[in-house]
Every structure is written in C-alpha cells, then in structure tokens.
C-alpha cells in the first residue's frame, strides 16, 4: 500500500495550509489514518488521527486549529492546519493502517511534506 502526500510549503504565522494524502494499492479496510510530524532534533509525534471507531483526535498542542477528515471512498486524509506557529514547522508524514486484500496487516507511511511557518 502506497501513500502520497503533498500540500506542505511556507506559510507565514496565523496563515493556513491544508495537507493531503492519498492511499493506494491493494486495500481491503483501513483501520486507522492520521498525520504525525517530526520537528528538527525531535522525535516524531502524533498529530491528528482517526480511530478505528471513526472518531477524530487531536494532540493537544493543535487542538481548535488543525482538523482532519478522510474520505473513505477515496481512501484519502486531510488535514487542514489554521493559525499556524513557527512551533508547527516540521515534516509532516501521513499513516494510514489497515488490512490489505489478502487479509495481511499493513502499516504504510506517507514520503513526508515539509512545512515551515515563518515571517
């Protein structure tokens, strides 16, 4: 399973972006689609997903600014950033997790989209 990202870019504080990303390949169900980020010199970190049960969760530093949502029939999972900081600036990676069409567990990451707040 494949996934491609894009939407990143430079944005300066208080503008918006809005990521994408794309699944394909062999898929049978999707489990779990989200959006993790990872900032010079720290490790990556949870952002924005969606759970089994169909229900948006935020970390609490995005919390009233970033929202994500999916298309299941496009197998795809956005994120729209609002307000953003220069604390946002990191590489964006989406991850999508699921059943492939043989029944075999996947867990399948995005390349990775850079963005940067900055004035």
């Known amino acids: 399973v494949q996934l491609q990202a894009f939407g990143g870019g430079l944005v300066q504080p208080g503008g918006y972006l809005r990521l994408s990303c794309a699944a394909s390949g062999s898929i049978f169900s999707i489990n779990l689609m989200g959006w993790y980020r990872q900032a010079p010199g720290k490790q990556r970190e949870l952002v924005a997903f969606f759970s089994s049960g169909g229900s948006a969760n935020y970390a609490d530093s995005v919390k009233g600014r970033f929202t994500i949502s999916r298309d299941n029939a496009k197998n795809t999972v956005d994120l729209q950033m609002n307000s953003l900081k220069p604390e946002d600036t990191a590489v964006y990676y989406c991850?999508?997790?699921?059943?492939?069409?043989?029944?075999?567990?996947?867990?399948?990451w995005g390349q990775g989209t850079l963005v940067t707040v900055s004035s």
């Open positions: 991850n999508v997790r699921g059943l492939t069409t043989w029944r075999a567990p996947f867990a399948s």
